[in-house]
């Protein structure tokens, strides 16, 4: 029994103290070194490397936008011409350009010309009983002047209507209205209408039908021509167009009176 104890407590011993000494704290590693060892090195950390500091912009600036690369001008296209700044009024484009063939230009002479078709009626009466001449007449007016503008023009103007049609005055004859007179003339530059007056002195004429040989003639009376029309531009400074007609005459002769009234359409061309 002894010796069986005696065994047991030769095993059970060096278990036990195996054991022991796995339980118990390694040296050095509750935070105090223990005694007789070494101490042991902590590697320190690599040196920072020499790097520039990087500057931020502040909160408030924008970032800058990034410009479009700049096209070179090829050598084929021609240098921009260098000049004098224009100058203008304010609110209104400027331009450099010069007066072109094309844009009316103001010389200061005015001249009209207007020929035309027209119905005249002449009466009055002979030998104490009336009579009346009337039907188609042939007609032309040419005046010269002085215009101060675009808009208005003054000059002495020499218009006359032959009548086509007998006269009842005479075997073969024809009657002829001449007239001279003040022609006062407004254009209406932008739509190119034009409104002419003529004051004049007139006198009937009996002529020849066919050669104009003139037979007697009345008194100088009172005359009034009236045209309104439309002229286009052909030129810098000619214009071309047509317009109404509107004549009246009165004269007397040998106690007697003569009155005259007519209208036609005319072709007018004009200077201004």
Same mark, same amino acid.
């Given at each position: 029994?002894?010796? =069986?104890?005696?065994?047991?407590? /030769?095993?059970?011993?060096?278990?036990? +103290?195996?054991?022991?000494?796995?339980?118990?704290?390694?040296?050095?590693?509750?935070?105090? !070194?223990?005694?007789?060892?070494?101490?042991?090195?902590?590697?320190?950390?690599?040196?920072?490397?020499?790097?520039?500091?990087?500057?931020?912009?502040?909160?408030? +600036?924008?970032?800058?936008?990034? =410009?479009?690369?700049?096209?070179?001008?090829?050598?084929?296209?021609?240098? =921009?011409?260098?000049?004098?700044?224009?100058?203008?009024?304010?609110?209104?484009?400027?331009?450099?350009?010069?007066?072109?063939?094309?844009? &009316?230009? &103001?010389?200061? /002479?005015?001249? &009209?010309?207007?020929?035309?078709?027209?119905?005249? $009626?002449?009466?009055?009466?002979?030998?104490?009983?009336?009579?009346?001449?009337?039907? +188609?007449?042939?007609?032309?007016?040419? +005046?010269?002047?002085?215009?101060?503008?675009?808009?208005?023009? /003054?000059?002495?103007?020499?218009?006359?209507?032959?009548?086509?049609?007998? #006269?009842?005055?005479? !075997?073969?004859?024809? %009657?002829?209205?001449? =007239?001279?007179? @003040?022609?006062?003339?407004?254009?209406?530059? !932008?739509?190119?209408?034009?409104?002419?007056?003529?004051?004049?002195?007139?006198? @009937?004429?009996?002529?020849?039908?066919?050669?104009?040989?003139?037979?007697?003639?009345?008194?100088?009376?009172?005359? @009034?021509?009236?045209?309104?029309?439309?002229?286009?531009?052909?030129?810098?400074? *000619? $214009?071309?167009?047509?317009?109404?007609?509107?004549? %009246?005459?009165?004269? $007397?002769?040998?106690?007697?009176?003569?009155?005259? @009234?007519?209208?036609?359409? *005319?072709?007018?061309? #004009?200077?201004?």
């Amino acid at each position: 029994m002894r010796t =069986a104890s005696l065994v047991l407590c /030769l095993l059970v011993g060096p278990v036990a +103290a195996q054991e022991a000494g796995s339980a118990s704290p390694v040296p050095g590693t509750s935070g105090a !070194p223990a005694a007789g060892s070494e101490p042991v090195e902590v590697p320190a950390p690599p040196p920072a490397r020499d790097t520039p500091p990087v500057v931020e912009p502040p909160a408030s +600036a924008p970032p800058a936008p990034i =410009a479009p690369p700049v096209a070179e001008p090829s050598s084929s296209e021609a240098p =921009a011409a260098v000049g004098p700044p224009a100058t203008g009024q304010p609110g209104r484009a400027v331009t450099t350009a010069g007066v072109t063939p094309e844009q &009316h230009q &103001h010389l200061g /002479l005015f001249f &009209h010309i207007d020929v035309g078709a027209a119905y005249l $009626r002449t009466t009055g009466s002979k030998g104490g009983s009336s009579f009346a001449t009337q039907g +188609a007449a042939l007609g032309v007016g040419l +005046a010269v002047g002085w215009a101060p503008n675009d808009d208005w023009a /003054l000059a002495l103007e020499y218009w006359n209507w032959r009548s086509l049609s007998a #006269s009842g005055l005479g !075997p073969d004859t024809s %009657l002829e209205l001449q =007239a001279l007179g @003040l022609n006062v003339t407004r254009y209406v530059v !932008p739509a190119g209408v034009f409104a002419s007056v003529v004051v004049s002195g007139t006198r @009937l004429a009996i002529t020849d039908a066919g050669d104009y040989v003139e037979y007697g003639s009345s008194d100088i009376g009172f005359g @009034l021509k009236v045209l309104l029309g439309k002229e286009w531009p052909v030129s810098s400074w *000619v $214009r071309l167009g047509l317009a109404g007609e509107l004549f %009246l005459s009165v004269n $007397r002769d040998g106690g007697q009176t003569l009155r005259t @009234l007519g209208a036609g359409l *005319v072709f007018s061309c #004009s200077g201004l």
